[in-house]
């Protein structure tokens, strides 16, 4: 599937609510850490979705391809991208990073979609105006990974703590890309396929690692809950069909909001640091990334072309 995009209101909607829900997660897992291991979290959290979305899946007759053209070998590869992956790096980077610092790092989701697009994608070409955007949100990267953004955690594995963040989000933007360019697929029966591939990886790599799961109490059990039920199997749908109708790069308007949300939300319940340096960096990534998206924005408030 790599004919135009189709960009409707409910697909502006559906990014909307996609910002809100990403953006407060990191402080929800954030929390969820305290009480299990990082892998763990990410079983959790992925085994709950799994199961609800397969549920779903299957009342609707458990269709996957809709037609005759199938594409196994690039479905598994787009599951272990898009939820697999980038579920044990955040949750293995935030032990070291704030939530800030996570929700800030999921701006370069978009950075990366625009020049993958361009060559992977025949409808989603890089003009000079998206170039110019990559560049200065580039720069606010830049910034963001600079020794001022955030006061240091303390933490040995700081460092690494962010390149997994930001590692997860490469994941993010190559599977948006690759999931664009599978034939027709039921949109539940991708999501609940992305889910069932996840967690037959993260659950036996979190056995490796962290060995039996353990018990992490009332809480624990909530806040995983949670995280399966809203950023991962809702999310997890709701960015099946932007990304599968509206194309990774207008899916990348969700990191518009990630950021900000992350933010206010950490500062305002976690206490986190609201230094400066991040806030310059907020405003070159969005710059950038809003600078990118010009034509769409325009569309939307101006109702003009291009």
Request: proline share 7%; hydrophobic share 60%.
């Given at each position: 599937?790599?004919?135009?995009?189709?960009?409707?209101?409910a697909?502006?909607?559906m990014?909307?609510?996609?910002?809100?829900?990403?953006?407060?997660?990191?402080?929800?897992?954030?929390?969820?850490?305290?009480?299990?291991?990082?892998?763990?979290?990410?079983?959790?959290?992925?085994?709950?979705?799994?199961v609800?979305?397969?549920?779903?899946?299957?009342?609707?007759?458990?269709?996957?391809?809709?037609t005759?053209?199938?594409?196994?070998?690039d479905?598994?590869?787009?599951?272990i991208?898009?939820?697999?992956?980038?579920?044990m790096?955040?949750a293995?980077?935030?032990?070291?990073?704030?939530?800030?610092y996570?929700?800030?790092a999921?701006?370069?989701?978009?950075?990366?979609?625009?020049?993958?697009?361009?060559f992977?994608?025949?409808?989603?070409?890089l003009?000079?105006?998206?170039?110019?955007?990559?560049v200065i949100?580039?720069?606010?990267?830049?910034?963001?990974?600079?020794?001022?953004?955030?006061?240091?955690s303390?933490?040995?594995?700081?460092?690494?703590?962010?390149l997994?963040?930001l590692?997860a989000?490469?994941?993010?933007a190559?599977?948006?890309?690759?999931?664009?360019?599978?034939?027709?697929?039921?949109?539940?029966?991708?999501a609940?396929?992305?889910?069932?591939?996840?967690?037959?990886?993260?659950?036996?790599m979190?056995?490796i690692?962290?060995?039996?799961p353990?018990?992490?109490?009332?809480?624990?059990?909530?806040?995983?809950?949670?995280?399966g039920?809203?950023?991962?199997?809702?999310?997890?749908?709701?960015?099946?069909?932007?990304?599968?109708?509206?194309?990774?790069?207008?899916?990348?308007?969700?990191?518009y909001?990630?950021?900000?949300?992350?933010?206010?939300?950490?500062?305002?319940?976690?206490?986190?640091?609201?230094?400066?340096?991040?806030?310059?960096?907020?405003?070159?990534?969005l710059?950038?990334?809003g600078?990118?998206?010009?034509?769409?924005?325009?569309?939307l408030?101006?109702?003009?072309?291009?």
């Amino acid at each position: 599937m790599t004919d135009s995009p189709n960009i409707t209101p409910a697909s502006w909607l559906m990014i909307a609510v996609l910002g809100f829900i990403w953006g407060g997660t990191f402080m929800v897992q954030a929390l969820a850490l305290e009480t299990a291991p990082p892998f763990w979290v990410a079983a959790g959290r992925i085994s709950f979705a799994a199961v609800l979305t397969a549920a779903v899946w299957s009342a609707r007759g458990a269709r996957m391809f809709t037609t005759t053209v199938t594409a196994w070998p690039d479905l598994i590869w787009v599951a272990i991208l898009s939820a697999a992956a980038p579920f044990m790096l955040i949750a293995w980077g935030q032990q070291y990073v704030t939530s800030s610092y996570t929700g800030v790092a999921m701006a370069a989701v978009a950075l990366i979609v625009l020049p993958l697009a361009h060559f992977m994608l025949p409808g989603e070409r890089l003009t000079w105006r998206k170039a110019l955007g990559f560049v200065i949100g580039f720069a606010g990267i830049l910034v963001l990974m600079g020794p001022e953004a955030f006061v240091s955690s303390g933490a040995g594995m700081e460092p690494a703590g962010r390149l997994a963040c930001l590692a997860a989000a490469g994941c993010y933007a190559i599977s948006s890309v690759l999931m664009r360019r599978l034939p027709p697929l039921d949109p539940v029966g991708l999501a609940a396929a992305t889910l069932l591939i996840g967690t037959a990886v993260v659950i036996p790599m979190a056995m490796i690692s962290h060995g039996a799961p353990v018990n992490p109490g009332a809480r624990g059990l909530i806040l995983i809950a949670i995280l399966g039920l809203f950023p991962t199997a809702m999310a997890n749908l709701l960015r099946i069909i932007v990304a599968r109708t509206a194309g990774p790069v207008f899916m990348s308007l969700t990191n518009y909001q990630v950021p900000l949300w992350s933010v206010t939300l950490g500062v305002v319940f976690l206490g986190e640091p609201l230094k400066m340096s991040l806030l310059w960096a907020l405003l070159l990534i969005l710059t950038g990334v809003g600078l990118s998206q010009y034509g769409a924005l325009r569309r939307l408030f101006a109702g003009g072309s291009g």
